[in-house]
């Protein structure tokens, strides 16, 4: 377990009372090349990047400076996989401006953030047990980015729009406090472009139906059953900007329900777009990276083969796949994340910087649910107990034993219903605190 403060570092002062934050001992750093000071020319106050304005905005007198360069979007620079190529990018590390790293020593994440800026917690698990260290010039440094395009503003409306969006939540859950801190970081990730081409070849079900003569009932009857005949065929598929997030500290499920990210507008990287914000280095490698877009890859070109089938059903399917043209990028994705407390627990949320797309966990109102799951079971419970009660009369009062059955019947319909929608009810609730 380890003890604060660690070795090399020292407790400094807070920005919040009962938020702990520590600092590397003064003199055992080094400096950082390349430092650019984000300073307003005119009133030499601190500016950041405006995701409703795309540019630098000085929030002390309002001076404005747009961005340095235009989208390139898909005409972005790729990266063949040769050892020169991966040499050649590691040359241009770091950040290009002097930044921070913020360790999480609750969930590991690191994030990198401005020099100045406090960051009281974790902005991915919300502990307030965090090290600030200078960050580490050795990863590539991204040669594109998609700058943020919804604004703090913006975002917060969302979540607040989201968070009581369900009649499953809470009623109090719209005005949780924590929902509004929600944090602009920019996400790391990596593009792969590629071109696959499978040959297959399988046994493919097919139904036909027979007539045959039933000796023992004297009668012609007909019979299906499945043939099975040998397929093959050939697929190409071309996969454009498949995304693979940098990071393993982040919840996968919700990166793939916020990641509808255009690359169209990719910008190339400049310093000045993280001006304010906070941003994460890649924790996954490039191979580990490309590893995993070649399954999904691999997936998908699968899944072309079995559509050329003529039938669902299949069986000893074989694929032989080849991939050519294979090149990446090294990009960051803007995201707003946050991780809030409600009832003692602990929830994320994650909103598309760019589309403003949101993903997250919500507490369930149990109580809620389980009213709304009696509700819809009970009208055929009630019914079915009438029916049962008409039946036994049914027996003394012949005339009800057919008005029983009847209603047993609508009973059995009425309740079969109501167990589906309570089963998916159910399964909506369970799933909306999952991660």
């Known amino acids: 377990m380890m003890t604060f403060p660690p070795d090399g570092y020292q407790r400094v002062a807070s920005a919040l009372p009962g938020i702990e934050v520590y600092a590397p001992v003064a003199?055992?750093?080094?400096?950082?090349?390349?430092?650019?000071?984000?300073?307003?020319?005119?009133?030499?106050?601190?500016?950041?990047?405006?995701?409703?304005?795309?540019?630098?905005r000085c929030a002390h007198c309002g001076y404005y400076e747009p961005p340095s360069s235009p989208a390139v979007g898909k005409r972005a620079q790729e990266f063949e996989f040769t050892?020169?190529?991966?040499?050649?990018?590691?040359?241009?590390?770091?950040?290009?401006?002097e930044r921070k790293t913020l360790r999480c020593q609750s969930c590991g994440s690191e994030t990198s953030l401005p020099t100045g800026r406090l960051t009281s917690t974790c902005p991915f698990c919300g502990s307030n047990q965090v090290l600030q260290q200078v960050a580490p010039d050795d990863h590539l440094r991204p040669r594109f980015l998609i700058?943020?395009?919804?604004?703090?503003?913006?975002?917060?409306?969302?979540?607040?729009?989201?968070?009581?969006?369900?009649?499953?939540?809470?009623?109090?859950?719209?005005?949780?406090?924590?929902?509004?801190e929600l944090t602009g970081v920019y996400v790391p990730y990596w593009t792969f472009d590629a071109r696959t081409s499978a040959s297959w070849r399988a046994q493919v079900g097919h139904q036909v139906t027979d007539r045959y003569y039933d000796s023992s009932s004297k009668t012609w009857k007909t019979?299906?059953?499945?043939?099975?005949?040998w397929e093959s065929g050939n697929v190409a598929r071309v996969f454009d900007d498949l995304l693979v997030p940098g990071s393993d500290k982040l919840s996968s499920h919700?990166?793939?329900?916020?990641?509808?990210?255009?690359?169209?507008?990719?910008?190339?990287?400049?310093?000045?777009?993280?001006?304010?914000?906070?941003?994460q280095a890649y924790d996954v490698s490039l191979e580990s990276a490309w590893a995993?877009?070649?399954?999904?890859?691999?997936?998908?070109t699968r899944e072309t083969c079995h559509g050329q089938a003529s039938t669902s059903q299949v069986r000893n399917f074989s694929m032989s796949l080849d991939f050519s043209d294979e090149s990446w990028r090294y990009v960051l994705a803007p995201a707003y994340v946050a991780a809030y407390r409600y009832g003692g627990q602990s929830y994320q949320v994650m909103v598309n910087g760019q589309t403003g797309a949101i993903a997250g966990q919500r507490p369930v109102d149990w109580t809620k649910v389980w009213l709304a799951v009696a509700a819809m079971v009970a009208p055929g419970l009630l019914l079915g107990l009438l029916g049962v009660l008409a039946t036994v009369l049914g027996a003394v009062m012949p005339p009800s034993l057919a008005v029983g059955g009847g209603v047993l019947l609508v009973a059995l319909v009425l309740l079969i219903i109501g167990a589906i929608f309570a089963f998916i009810t159910l399964n909506k609730a369970r799933g909306m605190d999952d991660v």
């Open 27 to 56: 003199g055992a750093t080094e400096a950082q090349a390349e430092v650019v000071q984000f300073k307003c020319p005119r009133c030499q106050a601190t500016t950041a990047y405006s995701a409703a304005e795309g540019g630098l």
């Open 83 to 97: 050892v020169e190529t991966v040499s050649a990018a590691r040359e241009a590390a770091g950040w290009g401006t």
């Open 147 to 180: 700058p943020f395009a919804v604004d703090a503003d913006r975002c917060r409306a969302i979540a607040r729009e989201w968070m009581g969006s369900s009649w499953m939540t809470p009623k109090s859950l719209k005005t949780a406090a924590g929902v509004t």
């Open 223 to 229: 019979r299906t059953r499945t043939v099975w005949r």
């Open 254 to 279: 919700l990166l793939r329900k916020i990641q509808d990210y255009d690359t169209q507008a990719l910008v190339p990287y400049a310093p000045s777009y993280l001006a304010g914000l906070l941003a």
């Open 292 to 300: 995993v877009a070649r399954e999904q890859m691999r997936d998908r």
